[in-house]
């Protein structure tokens, strides 16, 4: 794919990019036009011109999966329509550049854009100050994270002109909070996903580092934690999750460390150098910050309930797998293992980590990754509005039980269309943004469903692990497992309802396309119809 030259080739602000034989129908391909490259897609007889790099971290989308009137990242997931080049799942904030492709006389030409740079490759779909009516409805979005943002990008990109205060806990903009174990050097203005300039030109007012103390429905009001009381007429809360606690003797020592923040994050990696790290818990964020310090700490030590890594997650076979690269980079493991307690040095701080087998592990550090609570605590004095397990349910529009709430990300329970309406609660950064979209569009009264399929992925040493469907509760096969990677799969009587991949692009992305078609992939069948879309060697 790719590589075709555009030549001069028409007056009038044409450019002959090909002879259209060189596009074949549900296919794209690259063509390269002043000095920059723009992909061509034909589906359904027509031609359609977009920018070639994914907008959230630059991935070429030649090589993601092409479905029916969108684009799949092959990187993270995120979707953009081939039409206009929105962007329609996440993750990231932009959306693609669009062209106009004429097809005359046998080749492929495109009408040069005024006005616009062919190396400019990202457009935003808000633009310049937005006026907010005086008298409007007033929408409280609490919760800075993925799904407060994407709300507020959706409210001002569709047109909506009410008041928007946005409340968030923490004292930070809207940040790209994935980087915090990959990257946790990372400074908190790095990772801003919109500049303070860009919120005052959005109209949202921002309250920052305020915590919600109470949430009172039948006033439609929020306690804050500075005695403030806001009222709302339309509230979304999507404040995320809380990390667990252990729960042991020594959890408040000074070297014991949780990671939520880039405060967190920055702690971590400048108390590292040379030190004994313990890491509590084998799921993703110790698993990542084991891989970002082990060549920087003096020791990684990872101490785990189960017997495998990831196992909750992603199954034993590929835990094993992750696990075994962990180990010939120099990170050991405590497996079977719980924490007894923290043990303090004379003077301060962590001196051990004492397990429940007896054992003490020599530490300096300890990251406590154990796992997330929801942040509801405000709405406890709410009767019967939250699940059991401290969640809210929502239906397919992010509405709550109550008329006037709406909820997204980490702290829902909703049901997911593309899986029989099965309530799922998920901790995922581009499916709490996808909510956060659907959220603000039913707030404007739109009635929107949430029609998506989960994708997540982990980057280990280099290496990035995919995963798109579903896996609870599900039988997993290897399918294939070398040094390029590996292949799993996860079935409920016999159906595929998830892929696990390493080295296998683009088949996370054209799985995830397949089960928003509604196609049903059998497991004798799989391995044959997904491995098709890897690139011809």
Same mark, same amino acid.
């Given at each position: 794919?790719?590589?075709? &030259?555009?030549?001069?080739?028409?007056?009038?602000?044409?450019?002959?990019?090909?002879?259209?034989?060189?596009?074949?129908?549900?296919?794209?391909?690259?063509?390269?036009?002043?000095?920059?490259?723009?992909?061509?897609?034909?589906?359904?007889? =027509?031609?359609?011109?977009?920018?070639?790099?994914?907008?959230?971290?630059?991935?070429?989308?030649? @090589?993601?999966?092409?479905?029916?009137?969108?684009?799949?990242?092959?990187?993270?997931?995120? &979707?953009?329509?081939?039409?206009?080049?929105?962007?329609?799942?996440?993750?990231? &904030?932009?959306?693609?550049?669009?062209? @106009?492709?004429?097809?005359?006389?046998?080749?492929?030409?495109?009408?040069?854009?005024?006005?616009?740079?062919?190396?400019?490759?990202?457009?935003?779909?808000?633009?310049?100050?937005?006026?907010?009516?005086?008298?409007?409805? +007033?929408?409280?979005?609490?919760?800075?994270?993925?799904?407060? +943002?994407?709300?507020?990008?959706?409210?001002?990109?569709?047109?909506?002109?009410?008041?928007?205060?946005?409340?968030?806990?923490?004292?930070?903009?809207?940040?790209?909070?994935?980087?915090?174990?990959?990257?946790?050097?990372?400074?908190?203005?790095?990772?801003?996903?919109?500049?303070?300039?860009?919120?005052?030109?959005?109209?949202?007012?921002?309250?920052?580092?305020?915590?919600?103390?109470?949430?009172?429905?039948?006033?439609?009001?929020?306690?804050?934690?500075?005695?403030?009381?806001?009222?709302?007429?339309?509230?979304?809360?999507?404040?995320?999750?809380?990390?667990?606690?252990?729960?042991?003797?020594?959890?408040?020592?000074?070297?014991?460390?949780?990671?939520?923040?880039?405060?967190?994050?920055?702690?971590?990696? *400048?108390?590292?150098?040379?030190?004994?790290?313990?890491?509590?818990?084998?799921?993703?964020?110790?698993?990542?910050?084991?891989?970002?310090?082990? @060549?920087?700490?003096?020791?990684?030590?990872?101490?785990?309930?189960?017997?495998?890594?990831?196992?909750?997650?992603?199954?034993?076979?590929?835990?094993?797998?992750?696990?075994?690269?962990?180990?010939?980079?120099?990170?050991?493991?405590?497996?079977?293992?719980?924490?007894?307690?923290? *043990?303090? =040095?004379?003077?301060?701080?962590?001196?051990?980590?004492?397990?429940?087998?007896?054992?003490?592990?020599?530490?300096?550090?300890?990251?406590?990754?154990?796992?997330?609570?929801?942040?509801?605590?405000?709405?406890?004095?709410?009767?019967?509005?939250?699940?059991?397990?401290?969640?809210?349910?929502?239906?397919?529009?992010?509405?709550?039980?109550?008329?006037?709430?709406?909820?997204?990300?980490?702290?829902?329970?909703?049901?997911?269309?593309?899986?029989?309406?099965?309530?799922?609660?998920?901790?995922?950064?581009?499916?709490?943004?996808?909510?956060? =979209?659907?959220?603000?569009?039913?707030?404007?009264?739109?009635?929107?469903?949430?029609?998506?399929?989960?994708?997540?992925?982990?980057?280990?040493?280099? @290496?990035?692990?995919?995963?798109?469907?579903?896996?609870?509760?599900?039988?997993?096969?290897?399918?294939?497992?070398?040094?390029?990677?590996?292949?799993?799969?996860?079935?409920?009587?016999?159906?595929?309802?998830?892929?696990?991949?390493?080295?296998?692009?683009?088949?996370?992305? +054209?799985?995830?396309?397949?089960?928003?078609?509604?196609?049903?992939?059998?497991?004798?069948?799989?391995?044959?119809?997904?491995?098709?879309?890897?690139?011809?060697?």
């Amino acid at each position: 794919m790719g590589g075709v &030259c555009g030549t001069d080739g028409q007056d009038g602000g044409q450019i002959l990019l090909g002879a259209s034989d060189q596009l074949q129908d549900g296919t794209m391909k690259e063509f390269s036009v002043q000095d920059n490259k723009i992909l061509l897609i034909r589906q359904h007889g =027509k031609v359609r011109g977009v920018s070639n790099k994914c907008t959230h971290y630059g991935a070429p989308l030649v @090589k993601g999966a092409l479905g029916d009137g969108f684009i799949t990242c092959p990187w993270h997931g995120a &979707c953009f329509s081939t039409e206009t080049g929105d962007i329609e799942d996440f993750p990231g &904030c932009s959306s693609l550049m669009s062209y @106009k492709i004429i097809e005359e006389g046998g080749n492929l030409y495109l009408e040069l854009p005024k006005d616009i740079n062919l190396s400019t490759t990202k457009r935003e779909r808000f633009l310049g100050a937005r006026k907010v009516e005086k008298e409007s409805e +007033h929408v409280v979005i609490v919760g800075g994270g993925a799904a407060g +943002h994407t709300a507020i990008e959706t409210f001002r990109a569709e047109g909506y002109k009410g008041k928007v205060t946005l409340v968030s806990a923490e004292k930070h903009l809207p940040y790209d909070r994935p980087k915090l174990s990959k990257k946790l050097d990372s400074k908190p203005e790095e990772m801003y996903l919109r500049s303070r300039d860009w919120y005052e030109e959005a109209g949202i007012e921002l309250k920052l580092g305020t915590p919600v103390a109470e949430v009172q429905p039948q006033d439609k009001t929020l306690k804050l934690s500075s005695g403030e009381v806001m009222t709302y007429d339309k509230l979304l809360y999507c404040t995320g999750g809380m990390p667990r606690r252990l729960g042991v003797a020594g959890e408040e020592l000074e070297g014991v460390h949780y990671l939520r923040t880039p405060e967190d994050a920055n702690a971590i990696a *400048e108390n590292a150098e040379g030190k004994n790290l313990v890491v509590v818990g084998g799921s993703f964020i110790g698993m990542e910050v084991s891989a970002s310090l082990v @060549k920087k700490a003096g020791s990684v030590t990872v101490i785990d309930r189960n017997s495998t890594s990831f196992q909750s997650s992603l199954g034993p076979q590929v835990g094993a797998i992750l696990q075994q690269i962990h180990r010939d980079n120099g990170v050991n493991f405590e497996m079977n293992s719980e924490v007894e307690s923290i *043990e303090e =040095k004379e003077g301060g701080g962590v001196a051990s980590v004492k397990l429940k087998s007896g054992k003490v592990l020599p530490a300096d550090l300890v990251l406590i990754g154990a796992g997330v609570l929801p942040s509801t605590q405000p709405f406890q004095a709410v009767q019967d509005f939250l699940q059991p397990k401290g969640v809210i349910r929502v239906d397919e529009f992010m509405q709550s039980s109550d008329p006037n709430i709406w909820a997204a990300g980490d702290i829902v329970e909703f049901p997911m269309a593309t899986y029989n309406n099965e309530l799922v609660t998920i901790g995922h950064w581009g499916l709490a943004m996808y909510m956060g =979209k659907i959220a603000a569009l039913n707030i404007m009264g739109k009635q929107e469903p949430a029609k998506t399929v989960p994708f997540f992925w982990t980057m280990q040493y280099g @290496k990035s692990i995919r995963f798109a469907g579903l896996c609870n509760g599900c039988d997993s096969t290897l399918v294939e497992s070398d040094e390029t990677g590996f292949l799993q799969l996860y079935t409920k009587d016999d159906l595929v309802m998830g892929v696990c991949t390493l080295g296998r692009d683009p088949i996370a992305a +054209h799985f995830r396309n397949l089960v928003l078609k509604g196609e049903k992939l059998k497991l004798e069948d799989a391995a044959e119809k997904l491995k098709a879309v890897l690139p011809k060697s």
